[in-house]
């Protein structure tokens, strides 16, 4: 609404309600001598006693207003409780001004004879209609404020079941129309609510009208809103919407709410509660051009990410999506999950393809890839968990090494439009095996979409909250142990994205890339490791010192304290959207004029150099030799630093005391997962 009184009214706040009703107190008394009078003019004599009785009703009204906690309230938001809330309030203080008008004004004498004793009685009515009043005015204009922003693509809804459920969904879906989501009638089988309105929608049938009722109001989705139906109701609506070829979703049943399940919304603390980001949105349409009818292949696909992606992926709709892992439980659960729930959602229009394979192994991914023929693939498979790969160097590797580069060389041998590697926040300067491993995924990844000119392109992020093996779980665990919650130091801090969020801006940057880009991920402010762990405790229902305690640690040997986005040499700006940037490296790649080739330019060697020397690495990981490993590793990447890896390697043999301070050592990079 752009009309000026109604924008004042709808952004008044409490404080301005408070000075609307001094001025309504103060004004009511006159008011109601005019009315009594009905003329512009009153006795003379009576102005001084209207002047005390127009204060005392005054001071009597706040004092009765605020112990309502009157100016306490969000007016736009009024329901039937503040509408209670203003009839007491108003009665109230009716009540008690009458009460000080005959026991204390009139006895003292301040009110004289021939006053209108019907003057405290028309103030009564006339206060309650006008704060009354300016308070549902607020309300009126911010409902249809908010249903004229309903976009005009919304989805049009029809809800069965014209109860308490329906009645809760039509309420909830037109006090929030970015929802996306219309209500347009119901239909219910009670004779007695035909044609009736309910939060202005008409029952405008029975549920055997389903197929007319769809066909005539464009109907594109059906909400069943009965809880307490039989399963064959269910059904029969689900059976008939699969027909009319619209979607069907359904809350509930009784028994799963009556189990705690959905009652009031209850639910565990969620990692989102902490993480004080505003929502991310993406360009669905850009997506939707990259994604629908595509062959999509995601691997990792039972990880974290790679089950987040899966999901995403499903809504836009590709011909097939391969899912691919190499462990089978999980693989498993993404694809019957899949089946269960994404593929009601989308019918039959996506095939759902599972994949048990090691991205090691390439002649296994040879087949796959000629077998499956995706378009565009999304690299997700990698060994993640710090603290595990600093025992386990030569596996970390040849999984995010070897098997980046076999599938990089396979997507560029069979015509792969796109792809995109997943990488991390700890392949900038890394300071562990994992970082740097990842980060020698980018350079394989870059140099094969240099030397290949296609769209292969990186995606960097930092930690993932709620990711398995992360630290909101791990803290989770401790708490409900009872502590303590131990934490290396107290000033660490982490980038952190949800799951969903950072899935949402990898499908968009792999929107955006076309030419071997490096895409980097805002995440917002860093936060404290001991802040996150503080709420967590808190929102736990507990108190940090008297049911949990925090244990600070020490630092590992070789973690950061501030985790770090960009190199030195990668200059970052934004790109199309607002939330992903990506970086420029201008030292990285040069034009060679003699072949017209691209070359690396990294501080130590030439692109065919690293190549050869990536080579190498993979036989001396392959050979379990650590030490030249790591010597490659450093060549590869200058600006690794792995102390302790360095320590382990040149250390002589130690006494069983110092054997046992490097296992309770390792055993903590374990335990602390994302902190690296």
Known sequence: MHNPIYSTILNMRNRHLLLVDVAIFSLSPLVSFLFRFENISFPAEFTPSLVIMTMSFLVIKLVVFNMFQFYSRYWRYASVDEAVTL??????????????????????????????????????????????????????????????????????????????????????????????????????DDRSKQHMYIHGIEVIGQIADIAEVVKLHNINEVIIAMPTVSGKVIRDIVSKCKELKVKSKTIPGVFEILSGSAVAQLRDVQIEDLLRRDIVTID??????????????????????????????????????????????????????????????????????????????????????????????????AHKHVGLMEANTSDAVTNNVLGTKI?????????VQKLVLISSDKAVNPMCVMGVTKRVAELVVGDAAARNKSPFVIVRFGNVLGSRGSVVPIFKNQIRDGGPVTITHPDVTRFFLTIPEAV???????????????????????????????????????????????????????????????????????????????????????????????????????????????????????????????DLLKKIVPQYSNIALEQQNSAKPRAAANDSNDAERRSRHVSEGVQC
């Not at 999901?311 to 899949?338: C, D, V, W």
């Not at 599938?407 to 015509?415: H, K, R």
């Not at 072949?595 to 050869?612: P, Q, V």
């Open 87 to 188: 009839i007491y309030a108003t009665l109230t203080s009716w009540i008690f001004c009458i009460t000080a008008f005959f026991a204390v004004l009139v006895p003292l004498g301040v009110i004289p004879k021939g006053f209108p004793i019907s003057i405290p009685f028309i103030d009564g009515i006339l206060t309650t209609l006008m704060v009354g009043g300016i308070r549902v005015a607020i309300r009126i204009i911010y409902v249809f404020n908010e249903r004229g922003k309903a976009n005009a693509n919304s989805k049009r809804i029809l809800i069965v079941g014209a109860g308490v459920s329906g009645s809760m969904i039509v309420k909830e879906l037109r006090s929030n129309p970015q929802i996306g989501m219309e209500p347009v009638g119901f239909v219910d």
């Open 407 to 415: 599938l990089v060389e396979l997507a560029a041998a069979y015509g």
């Open 504 to 630: 949402r801006l990898v499908l968009q940057a792999g929107a955006l890339g076309d030419s071997g880009e490096t895409f980097v991920l805002d995440m917002g402010e860093p936060v404290k490791i001991v802040d996150l762990a503080r709420d967590l405790i808190r929102l736990s229902g507990l108190q940090e010192g008297h049911d949990v305690d925090i244990k600070f640690t020490g630092l590992i040997d070789g973690e950061k304290m501030h985790e770090e986005l960009f190199y030195d040499h990668e200059q970052a700006s934004h790109s199309k959207h607002e939330k992903i940037f990506v970086c420029e490296n201008k030292n990285a790649l040069r034009a060679t004029p003699a072949n017209g080739d691209a070359a690396f330019e990294n501080s130590y060697l030439e692109r065919k150099t690293m190549l050869a020397d990536i080579d190498r690495l993979i036989v001396a990981a392959r050979a379990g030799n650590a030490e030249e490993t790591n």
């Open 284 to 381: 669905e349409q850009n997506v939707d051009k990259l994604i629908h009818g595509a062959r999509v292949m995601v691997t990792g696909a039972g990880g974290s990410i790679g089950s987040e992606l899966c999901r995403q992926i499903a809504r836009f709709r590709p011909k097939e999506l391969i899912m691919l892992g190499h462990g089978e439980n999980s693989i498993f659960l993404i694809h019957n999950e899949m089946k269960n729930k994404q593929g009601v959602a989308i019918g039959s229009a996506v095939k759902f393809t599972t994949v048990i394979a090691d991205i090691r192994d390439r002649e296994r991914m040879e087949r796959v890839i000629e077998e499956c023929r995706p378009q565009i693939i999304f690299h997700a498979a």
